[in-house]
C-alpha cells in the first residue's frame, strides 16, 4: 500500500486544481479540504473525487471563480444563490454564515440553492462542531437511488449529516441515505473486497455484497429499505422550499452532473445559549461512557461512537501517511502536471 504525507497530497491536488483554471486561494481551500477528507478515510470524497471536480471545471458545470450571493435575509436564516460555484467552498462560506447567525440568536439556518456537489458533507458538521455548534446539514442530490420497490434511480441518496461538539472528541455522524454510498462501494471495489452486509441489488434482482454488481445496476439498498427512501424524499423536498431551488427531478432536467444545480441547507446552533457547561459535558460524556461500555455481540470488537473511527484514522494516517489507490494517484499527478 502506497502511503503519501498530507502536505504531498495537498499540494498536487492544489496543482491539479490550479491547472484546470482555479485561483489558487480557492485551489488551496479546496485543496484542503480533499485532503483531510482523504486523512480522515473517506478516500471516496477525497483524492478519488479530484478527477470529477476537475472534469467538471472544464466542462463549465463547476465555475471555479463564482461565490454565493444572498437572495433573502430572514434574520435568523439566510438564502444564497451559490451560482454553480466550487460546492466545497459554498458550504464552508454557509456553514460559516450559520454559525455566525446562531451565536447571535442562538440558532442560524443558511441554504443554498443553485450549489454543487460538496464531496464530503461530514466537513462541514466538523466545521461546525469546531466552533463550539451543534451542525446539521444535509444536501440534495440527482437521481441516483430506486426509491423502495422500485427498479430504476427516482429519488437522492441525501447525505445528512450531525455533529455535536465534545472537547473528548466531536460525535459527528455523516450518512447518505443508502447502506451504502457509491464512493464505499468504489474504494471496497478497488480494495478488491466484499461489503460487510449486503448493500444493493445484482442483475437478477438479488441483494448482494458485491460492490461492482450494485454499480452496474445503480440498485443501492436505502438504509433501514422504506425508511431511508422516505427519509430522502423528504430531504429533498425540505431543501428545494427552504432554498427556492430544485428538487432531485429538476437537478436531473438540469443535467449538470453529480449534484449540478443542487440545494444544501446548514443548521447550526449554539447549546451553550440553552444549557451550562457543565450540564453539556455531563450529558455527553454520560452517553458515551453507556455506549462504550456496551456488552459487544463479538468479544474482540469496540464499540464507537460517531466520529469516533474517523478520529482514530486521521491520527494513523498523519502519522504514517495516508493511503491512496495507486492508479488514482497517478492519474492525479498526471492532472497536477507532476511526473
Known amino acids: 500500500m502506497t502511503r503519501i504525507s498530507f502536505n504531498e497530497m495537498k499540494a498536487t491536488i492544489k496543482s491539479a486544481f490550479m491547472n484546470a483554471g482555479m485561483p489558487e486561494e480557492k485551489a488551496d481551500i479546496c485543496a484542503q479540504v480533499h485532503t483531510e477528507s482523504s486523512r480522515d478515510g473517506v478516500y471516496s470524497h477525497g483524492l478519488n473525487r479530484v478527477e470529477r471536480f476537475v472534469d467538471y471545471l472544464g466542462k463549465g458545470w463547476v465555475d471555479g471563480n463564482a461565490a454565493p450571493t444572498l437572495e ?13 460555484g466550487p460546492g466545497i467552498l459554498n458550504a464552508l462560506f454557509a456553514m460559516n454564515r450559520a454559525t455566525e447567525i446562531a451565536a447571535q440568536n442562538g440558532l442560524g439556518l443558511v441554504s443554498l ?9 461530514g466537513a ?9 455548534f451543534i451542525g446539521i446539514c444535509w444536501t440534495n442530490t440527482e437521481s441516483c437511488m430506486p426509491a423502495w420497490g422500485a427498479k430504476s434511480c427516482g429519488i437522492g441518496n441525501n447525505p445528512f449529516i450531525m455533529a455535536v461538539p465534545r472537547k473528548e472528541g466531536h460525535v459527528v455522524l455523516d450518512m447518505a441515505m443508502s447502506q451504502y454510498s457509491y464512493g464505499k462501494l468504489q474504494t471496497t471495489r478497488l480494495k478488491d473486497q466484499k461489503l460487510p452486509y449486503p448493500g444493493g441489488f445484482d442483475q437478477e434482482g438479488k441483494l448482494t455484497d458485491n460492490p461492482g454488481e450494485i454499480e452496474e445496476t445503480r440498485r443501492i439498498l436505502p438504509m433501514g429499505f422504506w425508511k431511508g427512501s422516505g427519509f430522502a424524499v423528504m430531504l429533498d423536498l425540505i431543501s428545494a422550499l427552504l432554498s427556492g431551488g430544485l ?9 449538470k452532473g453529480s449534484c449540478g444545480s443542487c440545494c444544501q441547507i446548514f443548521i447550526a446552533i449554539d447549546p451553550q445559549k440553552i444549557n451550562t457547561q457543565e450540564f453539556i459535558d455531563q450529558a455527553l460524556n454520560e452517553t458515551i461512557e453507556q455506549l462504550k461500555s456496551s456488552v459487544p455481540a463479538n468479544e474482540n470488537a469496540e464499540i464507537f461512537y460517531p466520529g469516533e473511527q474517523s478520529l ?4 494513523e494516517n498523519m502519522e504514517l501517511g495516508i493511503p491512496v489507490d495507486d492508479g488514482i494517484w497517478a492519474n492525479v499527478k498526471a492532472l497536477a502536471k507532476l511526473s
Request: aromatic residues 10%; positive net charge; charged residues 20%.
Open 312 to 315: 482514530k484514522t486521521r491520527l
Open 124 to 132: 462541514y458538521g466538523w466545521q461546525a462542531a469546531e466552533k463550539g
Open 72 to 84: 433573502l435575509n430572514l434574520g435568523s436564516m439566510e438564502i444564497y444563490n451559490g451560482n454553480l
Open 113 to 121: 440553492n443553485n450549489t454543487t456537489h460538496w464531496m464530503r458533507g
Open 247 to 255: 428538487t432531485t427531478s429538476g437537478i436531473d432536467k438540469a443535467d
